[in-house]
């Protein structure tokens, strides 16, 4: 990619802050209607986030995206750019490039080579359309004047008619993201929906002190919160819970709530140990859930529970409170482990603030906010790039 110049006064179409990949599709689209177009990105490297993405592979969309993958205070907003640019399409990018990708579970598309793979494709996309990068800049400075907006860096100022900021939310801190796209909108007047660590493991703590032990053992599980639910594995961890059961529910749970953990939900448990109570008096409660469980969670729910030694001296009413404890557990979240292991950033500028169709701030004429800084957050499994690519490309197209 071309290297911006380094003049103290620049004047540009576009300025983009973030070259993640919203930035980066935001760029690439409007580069190809011949605007002149800077990325100005803080880190050393572009696409960070992309780069770490599912185990260096990146899940870089999902074939299921629609509306109802995303939590916002305003569940539509999401429609008109996921619509104007669908997976379908980005698909077709990847597609173009000769990329080769493999599809895992619950629609999931991960590159059968690297990340990197993606990032190169973006980066292309941005030289052919002429779209310059500045990496390691630190903003000063962001000021409205009459045509535009000016931008005071370490590396210079810029000036240019329109402005958009892609720069996400504070999740994932080593990889250099903060909250800077909410001060931003703060200083142009812009409400914000209190942002929050999402697609989080949970933490616990006495209520979950028995299991201590369990860190890494995995099982299949429906794990609710309210009226919401998922079925997905979960993961138990030194500090709590975690695996993409959890990951999901975390952006539904709020503090004070309790979730409901389904550890057999294809198992009809009761019935289950009812027959081995008959077929097999004398075998342990341990024993008889390891036909259900993983050993060493059967062992521990069969010492949570402290019954008799022989599932025979077991009552009805204690099988019926042992089942429960696999298929309704119940228990209260502490917290979550923060923006240090979050995967993307709950809330961010209130879509209100924001037009659907074309990102720009409706009372900041020309100001654009794109990506994971704006109040929409995807489900766990390539949502989150989905809406990076859908947002960038509607905002590419108007900026």
């Known amino acids: 990619m071309t290297q911006a110049r380094t003049s103290s006064l620049s004047g540009y179409d576009v300025i983009i802050l973030g070259a993640g990949a919203a930035g980066l599709m935001c760029a690439a689209v409007a580069g190809q209607r011949d605007q002149r177009v800077l990325l100005l990105e803080q880190s050393r490297h ?5 780069r770490i993405s599912g185990g260096g592979r990146c899940n870089f969309t999902n074939l299921h995206t629609s509306p109802a993958n995303f939590l916002s205070n305003n569940p539509q907003f999401c429609r008109s750019a996921l619509s104007g640019y669908s997976q379908r399409d980005f698909i077709a990018l990847v597609e173009s490039y000769g990329i080769a990708y493999h599809e895992k579970t619950r629609g999931q598309l991960f590159c059968d080579g690297s990340s990197q793979q993606i990032i190169d494709m973006l980066l292309e996309e941005c030289r052919k359309a002429r779209a310059q990068l500045k990496l390691g800049v630190r903003i000063s400075a962001l000021s409205k004047h009459e045509s535009g907006f000016a931008v005071v860096t370490d590396q210079g100022e810029f000036r240019c008619r329109s402005l958009a900021v892609a720069t996400g939310g504070p999740s994932i801190p080593k990889m250099g993201s903060s909250g800077f796209g909410y001060k931003v909108a703060e200083q142009f007047g812009l409400k914000i929906v209190p942002p929050r660590a999402a697609l989080v493991p949970l933490t616990f703590g006495a209520s979950l002190a028995p299991f201590k032990d369990l860190s890494g053992v995995s099982v299949g599980a429906v794990v ?16 709590g819970l975690s695996g993409p059961a959890i990951l999901q529910i975390s952006s539904y749970w709020r503090e004070g709530d309790d979730i409901v953990v389904d550890m057999a939900p294809e198992v009809d448990v009761l019935a289950r140990l009812k027959k081995i109570r008959g077929d097999h008096p004398r075998q342990e409660m341990a024993t008889a859930l390891s036909d259900i469980l993983p050993k060493r969670l059967a062992r521990t729910i069969a010492d949570v529970i402290a019954g008799p030694e022989r599932i025979a001296d077991f009552s009805d009413v204690r099988l019926t409170e042992t089942a429960a404890a696999v298929r309704q557990w119940r228990i209260r979240p502490e917290g979550t482990e923060g923006y240090r292991t979050a995967e993307v950033t709950l809330g961010g500028v209130d879509t209100s603030e924001l037009s659907q169709k074309t990102f720009e701030a409706r009372s900041v004429p020309g100001l654009y906010f794109i ?22 490309h509607a905002a590419g197209r108007h900026v």
Do not use: M, Y
């Open 224 to 239: 609710s919160c309210g009226k919401t639910r998922f079925d997905e594995a979960l993961l138990f961890t030194h500090r």
């Open 371 to 392: 990506g994971e800084v704006v109040d929409v957050t995807g489900h766990l499994g390539g949502f989150n790039f989905q809406w990076a690519w859908s947002s960038g």
């Open 46 to 50: 572009p696409a960070e986030k992309i």
